[in-house]
């Protein structure tokens, strides 16, 4: 039983466009919703995280917008670039060890 | 440099052996994990430690075994019970004391010949 729901599976977007990408958590122990960035054959990054106090981070070019009452949190990534091409992971946990993950969504950026 | 390790980068196992992946880390974090990637499925959690000398099983532990007997050791063995070993394992640590994000090792492929 998948806990965090993620979608689009792929999506292709033209350099400088948006890529968006959606999650959707039933948990609502839930209080912490991190995004990683992933490229092939290495582990996943960090890119960004967010806490329920907040309806939206930006970090550069990234952005999570996250919508308690939905529960449902998105990455936004503005102005894409070749280099953004990756596999993309939310995920959510409580406040303890463990993280449920998204089935991830991979990002092609064409120039 | 601090970091996570995973040995090897590539593993072969045949039919009916067992092979342990190897993680090291050395961020002094008091929780590792170990992660099982598939294509489209995402990140499943095998086993997970928060101290040394104690691990607790994951969504897919069986056919699977760990140890935590060192801080910065987690290794992981893949046993024959498991009969879909195939994947790429992924190694994670967090600091304790309330800090929740998990850094990953570079990960580790099994092929089955």
């Known amino acids: 039983q998948q806990q965090v729901k993620q979608s689009p599976q792929s999506l292709i977007v033209q350099k400088g466009g948006i890529s968006i990408i959606n999650c959707a958590y039933e948990?609502?122990?839930?209080?912490?919703f991190p995004w990683y960035q992933q490229f092939p054959g290495k582990g996943p990054a960090l890119l960004i995280a967010?806490?329920?106090?907040?309806s939206e981070k930006k970090e550069g070019r990234f952005t999570i917008s996250f919508n308690k009452s939905a529960k449902q949190f998105s990455l936004h990534i503005m102005d894409s670039q070749p280099g953004d091409s990756a596999t993309y992971f939310c995920?959510?946990?409580?406040?303890?060890?463990?993280?449920?993950f998204g089935a991830g969504t991979t990002v092609t950026v064409r120039a | 440099d601090g970091g996570i390790t995973q040995s090897p980068k590539y593993l072969f196992r045949k039919e009916g052996q067992n092979v342990t992946l190897s993680c090291e880390q050395n961020?002094?974090?008091?929780?590792m994990y170990w992660y099982r990637q598939d294509p489209g499925q995402g990140l499943r959690l095998i086993y997970y430690?928060?101290?040394?000398?104690?691990?607790q099983k994951g969504d897919i532990a069986e056919g699977y075994s760990v140890s935590r007997e060192k801080k910065e050791s987690f290794p992981l063995t893949v046993t024959s019970a498991q009969k879909n070993p195939t994947a790429f394992y992924l190694c994670?640590?967090?600091?304790?004391?309330?800090?929740?994000?998990?850094?990953f090792g570079p990960g580790t492929r099994l092929l089955v010949l």
């Open positions: 994670a640590s967090k600091q304790g004391g309330g800090e929740q994000t998990q850094y």
């Open positions: 948990n609502t122990a839930f209080d912490y």
């Open positions: 967010i806490r329920p106090d907040v």
């Open positions: 995920a959510a946990g409580p406040y303890d060890y463990k993280l449920s």
């Open positions: 961020l002094n974090h008091d929780a």
């Open positions: 430690s928060q101290i040394v000398n104690d691990f």
